[in-house]
């Protein structure tokens, strides 16, 4: 059987060899790392280890990063940590285009009395600064807007959406997890409070990610246990998880100068193709502000999932995110960029990653543009 191309990197990515390597020799740390003697102490170099190895990535302090179980217990961890603890604010803003990871804790604030304002986004789902500057309020807590969207790429403004936050004494969280790995992320840059990271998006397993928030920002548990991670995640450290992640991290910081450039050379080389055999293609997201592997692109006459679904053997992509992308319902966040139905269901998302080859890219063009002409021909 043939193994399918596989353009699904927004999804999740193959772990690296490096980083199994890394799994592979903690299998035989078992030691806690809070413990003190030997077994413990190196069970707790490993995981700072991977501290200093994270934060170095995002330029942070390495007691600035909280592990976590993924990138969606981050997020649930900011904002409702970070809301939870302030004082006498009771408004938070977010963006229509958020993941749900982000939203949903937002929607939870929101049931127990917080005032939720979901900013609209653009055509190319930026939001608009002047209208964000127009929504906060004094009693504003938090803003939690997504440094780059997963299903479009489309990348957000964040150090000026900062300056506005910091102007107005407002706490700024921002969910990286599309971002990490394939543009550069510089938390002192960027001026966040907090950023989420998702270790499966750039070749770490899954289930571990990590918090970073900025020394002196506020913020509870909501959870509650031991003293570990600062007191805001108890629970003993999953070290071989860890250690992966700051593997991931080290070799997404070495990398970065070259897959960058590679990846949108991969991302617009497929564009190119499926455009030149395929009138009607429509581009969704930013045509120059987005991840450069990210292609969602709109494909006339045909429903994105009937295409994927006649390339299934040979093609491994998405309609969207991979969080619920099993449903027929139009994707949200094609409906906030103002898409129409047809275009909606006739969206795609490729996504390239640091294994993908150039003979996969003009193999996956043409497959796709064969699978769009047979569909129009029935």
């Known amino acids: 059987?043939?193994?399918?191309?596989?353009?699904?990197?927004?999804?999740?990515?193959?772990?690296?060899?490096e980083v199994i390597n890394v799994i592979t020799?903690?299998?035989?740390?078992?030691?806690?790392?809070?413990?003190?003697?030997?077994?413990?102490?190196?069970?707790?170099?490993?995981?700072?280890?991977?501290?200093?190895?994270?934060?170095?990535?995002?330029?942070?302090?390495?007691?600035?990063?909280?592990?976590?179980?993924?990138?969606?217990?981050?997020?649930?961890?900011?904002i409702l940590g970070m809301a939870r603890a302030s004082v006498n604010k009771k408004h938070?803003?977010?963006?229509?285009?958020?993941?749900?990871?982000?939203?949903?804790?937002?929607?939870?604030?929101?049931?127990?009395?917080?005032?939720?304002?979901?900013?609209?986004?653009?055509?190319?789902?930026?939001?608009?600064?002047?209208?964000?500057?127009n929504h906060i309020r004094p009693d504003t807590a938090l803003i939690s807007i997504m440094h780059s969207n997963n299903e479009i790429g489309t990348i957000q403004p964040i150090s000026d959406i900062a300056r506005i936050a910091r102007a107005r004494d407002v706490l700024l969280h921002v969910d990286a997890a599309q971002s990490i790995g394939k543009v550069k992320v510089d938390v002192n840059e960027l001026g966040v409070d907090a950023l989420t990271i998702a270790g499966h998006k750039f070749y770490a397993p899954k289930g571990v990610g990590a918090l970073y928030v900025r020394e002196g920002t506020p913020i509870n548990p909501i959870m509650y246990g031991a003293g570990h991670e600062r007191s805001l995640r108890p629970g003993t450290e999953n070290v071989i998880a860890v250690a992966a992640l700051g593997e991931a991290a080290r070799l997404a910081a070495a990398r970065l100068p070259e897959a960058e450039p590679y990846l949108k050379q991969l991302r617009d080389e497929l564009l190119s193709r499926l455009q030149a055999g395929i009138p009607g293609i429509i581009l969704n997201g930013h045509p120059e502000h987005r991840l450069p592997n990210t292609l969602n692109i709109s494909f006339p006459g045909v429903s994105?999932?009937?295409?994927?679904?006649?390339?299934?053997?040979?093609?491994?992509?998405?309609?969207?995110?991979?969080?619920?992308?099993?449903?027929?319902?139009?994707?949200?966040?094609?409906?906030a960029i103002g898409a129409s139905a047809d275009r909606?269901?006739?969206s795609v998302r490729l996504s390239v990653g640091i294994s993908t080859t150039d003979d996969e890219i003009k193999q996956a063009s043409q497959i796709l543009t064969n699978s769009w002409r047979e569909i129009n021909t029935q």
């Not at 059987?1 to 060899?17: E, F, G, Q, S």
Request: net charge negative; glycine share 8%.
């Open 1 to 17: 059987m043939t193994t399918p191309i596989y353009l699904d990197y927004n999804a999740t990515t193959p772990i690296a060899p």
């Open 25 to 78: 020799q903690c299998l035989a740390e078992f030691g806690n790392p809070s413990s003190s003697h030997a077994y413990g102490r190196r069970a707790n170099e490993l995981v700072q280890l991977a501290r200093a190895q994270v934060a170095q990535l995002i330029t942070a302090n390495p007691a600035e990063i909280i592990f976590t179980g993924c990138a969606t217990e981050s997020n649930n961890l900011a």
């Open 92 to 133: 938070i803003i977010t963006s229509a285009i958020e993941h749900p990871a982000v939203m949903q804790p937002c929607l939870q604030l929101q049931r127990e009395g917080w005032d939720l304002t979901v900013l609209p986004v653009d055509a190319n789902g930026l939001i608009n600064l002047d209208v964000l500057a």
């Open 304 to 335: 994105g999932r009937a295409l994927l679904e006649s390339a299934a053997g040979q093609i491994a992509a998405s309609v969207g995110s991979a969080c619920h992308s099993h449903g027929d319902a139009v994707s949200g966040v094609l409906a």
């Open 344 to 346: 909606a269901r006739g």
